[in-house]
């Protein structure tokens, strides 16, 4: 059974074919859980990547520890005005309530139902330019100085017969209860709720190399 979209499919072997070539910048950040769930910890062995160009960038998450039987999705924060943010690396309220400030936007970056092994793998391509499901309808400006963020959001035990809208929305099959507060209507609309509990678990960061004081 596919669950996933032509689009998305495209995306992904977009992200799997693209090779670095020499004006590329590739940046590699440690996987790590999320603050939300408590205190932060490394996830052994995961790791992300990206690589970006005046074109747009190429994010690729490898990870594990994740519950099995359940769907996910990955969501990509961009800052793209960093340099607004009171401190860096910039934080969640940044991206969800000054985001007009520091120009940022969320897109969704893929899904997956995870195996027996907890693992996940998760590729994306986002040229500069307007996201396809934005929150708050930015995009992507440019590629210099930029912060992104990746965020895993676990939807719980896949639903049977939902499980596409469960790998692509934001809130698909989850309770309203479980949302953030700071979540946007534009994101609380991206999918019908369910009976199951939405929690955010593992994070990456990819911060601009600040300038020498």
Do not use: W
Request: glycine share 10%; with cysteine; net charge negative.
């Amino acid at each position: 059974m596919k669950l996933v979209s032509k689009t998305l499919v495209a995306a992904i072997a977009l992200a799997a074919q693209m090779q670095p070539v020499m004006s590329d910048t590739i940046t590699n950040v440690p996987v790590r859980t999320h603050p939300s769930q408590g205190e932060v910890t490394h996830i052994e062995g995961a790791m992300a990547r990206m690589v970006s160009s005046t074109e747009g960038v190429v994010v690729d998450l490898a990870t594990s520890g994740l519950e099995p039987g359940h769907a996910y999705t990955l969501l990509m924060a961009v800052i793209n005005k960093p340099g607004e943010c009171p401190v860096l690396p910039c934080t969640p309220k940044d991206v969800l309530v000054r985001s007009d400030a520091v120009a940022a936007d969320v897109a969704y970056a893929g899904g997956a139902i995870v195996g027996n092994d907890g693992a996940a793998h998760f590729s994306y391509y986002q040229p500069v330019g307007p996201f396809q499901k934005g929150f708050f309808e930015r995009g992507l400006t440019g590629t210099e100085g930029i912060e992104i963020h990746l965020v895993i959001n676990d939807h719980g035990p896949v639903i049977e017969g939902r499980e596409f809208e469960m790998l692509t929305t934001y809130r698909g099959g989850c309770t309203e209860e479980s949302l953030p507060p700071p979540m946007p209507a534009s994101a609380r609309d991206q999918g019908a709720p369910g009976p199951n509990i939405c929690r955010m678990v593992q994070f990456a960061q990819f911060i601009p190399e600040q300038p020498a004081s």
